[in-house]
């Protein structure tokens, strides 16, 4: 079935870098735009970063610019967040998502926590 | 950057009761609006998309309405499976509302 698997996550200093990956499944990966979203513990949602299909136009939210970079690799169906520079407000649970036309997400993983705390 | 808001924050409703939930674009974003649901330790589940467009497999009672600034998103009759919490988004800048929880009476 279509699944989406996030992996990566774990408690890291401030400053510190951590990676990480959706394993996508069920179907074409490489024609969806995907995306990260997270959510700080008790807070609401907040979009943090897209990808196109074919890798050519990535987005990111202000609050990561400069410092988290998203990558995919179509072969291995797999999207990736690379987070660096992380602060104690990076805490949250990472969702990836499939992005629809519409510009809503109608697939999501099921979320990695990222603790960010000395 | 446009802001979204969601009224009301939370809404204690009964089984079979008609729940109404509204949206507010800070500016105008045409049709280009999403809700979903989700519940505690959950991902969210998309309900509706493009303001009024029901997702596959999402129960008929859900429906969305509105365009321009001001979204509604209405269950008509509340199931117990529909306490949660909702999130409306903003496709522009994929902005989300700050949510409104649906707990029972």
């Known amino acids: ?118 | 950057d446009i802001q979204m808001t969601q009224s009301p924050s939370s809404v204690s409703a009964s089984v079979g009761d008609r729940v109404t939930i509204t949206c507010r674009a800070s500016q105008g974003i045409s049709s280009w609006l999403a809700w979903y649901q989700q519940k505690p330790g959950k991902a969210p589940k998309l309900l509706i998309y493009a303001a009024s467009s029901l997702q596959s497999g999402v129960p008929s009672r859900f429906s969305g309405s509105g365009s321009g600034t001001d979204f509604t998103l209405t269950i008509s009759s509340l199931q117990p499976e529909d306490f949660a919490t909702y999130y409306c988004q903003q496709a522009n800048s994929f902005t989300f509302g700050p949510g409104t929880k649906v707990d029972i009476k």
């Open chain 1, 1 to 118: 079935q279509v699944q989406l698997v996030e992996s990566g996550g774990g408690l890291v200093k401030p400053g510190g870098s951590l990676r990480l990956s959706c394993a996508a499944s069920g179907f074409t990966f490489s024609d969806y735009y995907m995306s990260w979203i997270r959510q700080a513990p008790g807070k609401g949602l907040e979009w943090v970063s897209y990808i196109s299909s074919s890798s050519s136009y990535t987005n990111y939210a202000d609050s990561v610019k400069g410092r988290f970079t998203i990558s995919r690799d179509n072969a291995k169906n797999s999207l990736y967040l690379q987070m660096n520079s992380l602060r104690a407000e990076d805490t949250a649970v990472y969702y990836c998502a499939r992005k629809l036309t519409y510009d809503a997400f109608d697939i999501w993983g099921q979320g990695t926590m990222v603790t960010v705390s000395s």
